[in-house]
């Protein structure tokens, strides 16, 4: 079946512009996760949504970056006055059920401010 | 969240078995032990977990101490294809499911 995809692949923006990434999780899935990879990084926990209950937002680095969940299921992620630091791969994953459950990760969208 | 402590990296023969360590001396009682892994390139997959018992799938096995403070991946024959991060990460009901990655393993498998 399908897997957990992303959108844009590849973003291009100029400092100070807004940015929007887009995730599709798996159907049925009810748990969907984001984290981003800076260059020579490893993977930083940003986001968790989970059915209808408040999401986990305690892996957002500052109040530019915010993210939604409409339906249960699309989620995107958006980065408000982009800066450099923000350049990074940002991957999303969903999971059955969150918790201990599986994680299947999309592809990632490789975010470049210039 | 409980940490984990991975070598930063391993090199393996083609067709021979690699034995991937990682430390979890404060693992809690419901603590999963997860590895996921990470090619070149790509998001993170799956390749296993447990949580006290020894596990194995297609893709590799996992072998749990004892006392769980430690584990061990091991894919029983290397390929140029399994080159890749390992990285082992515990994840509980606690804790939302969200995956704390460490720097992990960077395996290197020679032809």
């Known amino acids: 079946g399908a897997g957990v995809s992303q959108s844009p692949s590849n973003k291009v923006t100029e400092k100070g512009k807004d940015v929007e990434l887009r995730c599709d999780p798996i159907?049925?899935?009810?748990?969907l996760y984001w984290y981003r990879q800076s260059l020579g990084q490893g993977l930083e926990f940003l986001i968790y949504f989970q059915g209808n209950s408040a999401p986990d937002k305690s892996g957002l680095p500052s109040d530019r970056f915010s993210a939604e969940r409409t339906g249960g299921s699309v989620s995107t992620l958006t980065i408000q006055r982009t800066q450099q630091e923000d350049s990074a791969v940002y991957l999303c994953a969903s999971s059955s059920q969150g918790s201990t459950d599986t994680q299947y990760f999309g592809p990632g969208t490789r975010l470049t401010v210039l | 969240d409980a940490k984990t402590t991975q070598p930063n990296s391993m090199e393996s023969n083609e067709e021979e078995p690699v034995h991937l360590p990682c430390n979890h001396s404060t693992i809690s009682g419901t603590d999963y032990i997860h590895w996921y892994r990470q090619l070149p390139s790509q998001g993170p997959e799956y390749v296993i977990h447990?949580?006290?018992s020894n596990v194995n799938n297609r893709m590799a096995s996992l072998a749990i101490a004892e006392d769980r403070k430690s584990s061990t991946l091991i894919l029983h024959r290397a390929t140029l294809r399994d080159a890749a991060v390992y990285y082992c990460i515990l994840s509980g009901s606690s804790n939302t499911g969200k995956l704390i990655f460490g720097q992990g393993t960077t395996l290197q498998v020679k032809p």
């Open positions: 447990g949580l006290t």
């Open positions: 159907s049925g899935h009810t748990a």
